[in-house]
């Protein structure tokens, strides 16, 4: 345990140096990073920029989700060129056939609403699926970077509220209650696309 715990102390240390390193920039491309390839702590990130200097959080809001929209390119010409066959490898037939179902009937809500959901979401399955279903270049962008900012959004008010260990909290309550948590948000999702349907056909009438 105690190897673990220097371990994880050397790894918090670097990321440190590394955002003093990289200054105001240190957001957007630890964020790029987490997205293109590496599992990077973006969270920690994006809430230790915003508690020492909460007068630029929306600017580091906004810099993250760039970062992690621009991150997801890669990730989205390797679903273009071929992806179906990792995607498939990675999750079973049902699990495909169900996220497929999803981009066909919304496909903007699909690739968002995941990304607004912090670890252990595999967010990756659903950017790879983006491509391999075909999702116009322009919506895949759009839909990471309002996903991820109110993912961000979200965390930073918590921070400036709770401070900054409400991230390690969070971290662990959603690692044991995601998928009741993505119940909810989906449940959301569908009651506001019936009322917004249901609004729409009542001022047609």
Do not use: N
Request: aromatic share 14%; net charge positive; with cysteine.
């Amino acid at each position: 345990m105690k190897s673990i715990g220097h371990i994880l102390a050397r790894y918090t240390a670097w990321v440190l140096g590394l955002m003093k390193l990289l200054g105001i920039w240190g957001v957007f491309m630890i964020a790029f990073a987490d997205s293109a390839l590496l599992g990077m702590p973006v969270d920690f990130v994006v809430a230790t920029y915003v508690y020492q200097d909460r007068r630029r959080l929306l600017l580091y809001i906004a810099m993250a989700s760039l970062g992690s929209a621009l991150g997801s390119i890669p990730l989205y010409i390797v679903g273009y060129l071929g992806g179906e066959k990792v995607l498939r490898k990675r999750i079973s037939e049902e699990r495909f056939l169900k996220i497929h179902r999803s981009f066909e009937e919304h496909e903007f809500w699909a690739l968002m609403f995941p990304g607004m959901l912090p670890p252990p979401m595999p967010y990756k399955i659903f950017v790879l699926g983006a491509a391999v279903f075909e999702m116009r270049f322009r919506d895949f962008l759009v839909a990471i970077f309002l996903g991820r900012f109110v993912r961000f959004l979200v965390l930073s008010v918590l921070v400036l509220w709770f401070g900054p260990p409400i991230v390690g909290l969070l971290g662990g309550l959603l690692k044991q209650h995601w998928l009741g948590v993505l119940g909810v948000i989906v449940g959301g999702v569908c009651l506001w696309l019936v009322l917004r349907r249901w609004r729409a056909g009542r001022d047609a009438k």
